[in-house]
């Protein structure tokens, strides 16, 4: 039963991710932010962080409009459910599918749930994130996906839609 439904769980997550990449076509057209890619050193990685940009500073400036808008910088702060945590408002869930990720690229990293509160670490997940998720995505698909997660930057489109609106302001 558990591996019925952890096949369904990860079925779901690439056909998310393949409508992620489909719509990401259209949106790297017409935003033209992210079409020249540079590696990223993580200092606690053996291995180089691939992300989509035109330089490494290029991504930070996404970061940090996502940092401020997320926590206005704060890195103990927590939402109100109290299930997202830090300066990128990162849940336990996103911190398990960090480790996951890590796992299957063979790197012997573990992240704990405290990790969120520390900028650094939780800047390495986020890159991390998007490097599995989204090695040829515009920074609006990063962004709405961070906010609303992969699929749900389609089921809520508008919350998600929002929420990059607050993000281009601080860019």
């Given at each position: 039963?558990?591996?019925?439904?952890?096949?369904?769980?990860?079925?779901?997550?690439?056909?998310?991710?393949?409508?992620?990449?489909?719509?990401?076509?259209?949106?790297?057209?017409?935003?033209?932010?992210?079409?020249?890619?540079?590696?990223?050193?993580?200092?606690?990685?053996?291995?180089?962080?691939?992300?989509?940009?035109?330089?490494?500073?290029?991504?930070?400036?996404?970061?940090?409009?996502?940092?401020?808008?997320?926590?206005?910088?704060?890195?103990?702060?927590?939402?109100?459910?109290?299930?997202?945590?830090?300066?990128?408002?990162?849940?336990?869930?996103?911190?398990?599918?960090?480790?996951?990720?890590?796992?299957?690229?063979?790197?012997?990293?573990?992240?704990?749930?405290?990790?969120?509160?520390?900028?650094?670490?939780?800047?390495?997940?986020?890159?991390?994130?998007?490097t599995y998720y989204h090695k040829n995505s515009s920074w609006e698909t990063i962004a709405k996906s961070w906010n609303q997660g992969i699929g749900g930057?389609?089921?809520?489109?508008?919350?998600?839609?929002?929420?990059?609106?607050?993000?281009?302001?601080?860019?």
């Amino acid at each position: 039963m558990k591996v019925k439904l952890l096949f369904i769980l990860v079925l779901m997550l690439n056909i998310a991710t393949a409508f992620a990449l489909k719509e990401n076509k259209s949106l790297v057209d017409s935003t033209n932010n992210n079409v020249y890619g540079t590696s990223v050193n993580i200092d606690s990685l053996p291995i180089k962080v691939k992300v989509f940009c035109r330089s490494n500073t290029e991504i930070y400036k996404l970061i940090d409009a996502m940092i401020y808008v997320e926590s206005r910088g704060n890195d103990t702060i927590h939402n109100k459910s109290g299930n997202c945590i830090g300066a990128l408002q990162e849940t336990k869930t996103l911190v398990r599918d960090v480790n996951r990720i890590l796992k299957l690229w063979g790197v012997n990293k573990t992240y704990h749930y405290v990790d969120r509160k520390n900028r650094s670490k939780s800047i390495e997940m986020f890159l991390i994130i998007n490097t599995y998720y989204h090695k040829n995505s515009s920074w609006e698909t990063i962004a709405k996906s961070w906010n609303q997660g992969i699929g749900g930057m389609f089921i809520y489109k508008q919350k998600a839609e929002n929420y990059w609106k607050l993000v281009t302001k601080r860019l």
